[in-house]
């Protein structure tokens, strides 16, 4: 099983940027990766994903525009940079993966994967 591990979280000012990593155990070369937040209270909310061939990328519309979500093959890693930060941020982000033979696509929007794998999560305080 494929472990993945987030980090790049911490304290930042309104306005300002963050970029998040997540880090793969094994190739994602046939992955489907995502973030996803929770802030507290609320439910978990996808973010952003992009395709295995990296040829489709997914943005939902509560952070379209500010983020933009990468991947190198060769550190078997995911890069979610983060700008223009508010207050409503706020969340502990993940990032989750599964192989897309399996079916899990990222297509028109972000879910979560059925059976693919979890990171602990980072946490983004965005305050003055």
């Not at 591990?5 to 046939?30: H, K, M, N, T």
């Not at 991947?71 to 982000?93: C, G, H």
């Amino acid at each position: 099983q494929m472990q993945l591990a987030e980090s790049g979280g911490g304290l930042v000012q309104p306005g300002g940027s963050l970029r998040l990593s997540c880090q793969a155990s094994d190739s994602i070369y046939y992955y489907v990766i995502a973030w996803f937040r929770q802030a507290p209270g609320k439910e978990r909310e996808g973010i952003a994903c992009i395709s295995s061939g990296g040829y489709s990328r997914v943005y939902e519309n509560s952070v379209k525009g500010r983020v933009s979500i990468s991947r190198d093959l060769a550190k078997n890693a995911v890069y979610l940079q983060m700008s223009s930060l508010q207050p409503e941020d706020t969340a502990v982000y993940y990032c989750a993966g599964e192989d897309e033979r399996g079916g899990y696509r990222c297509y028109d929007k972000v879910s979560p994967p059925r059976r693919g794998s979890w990171g602990q999560g980072t946490q983004v305080t965005v305050s003055s």
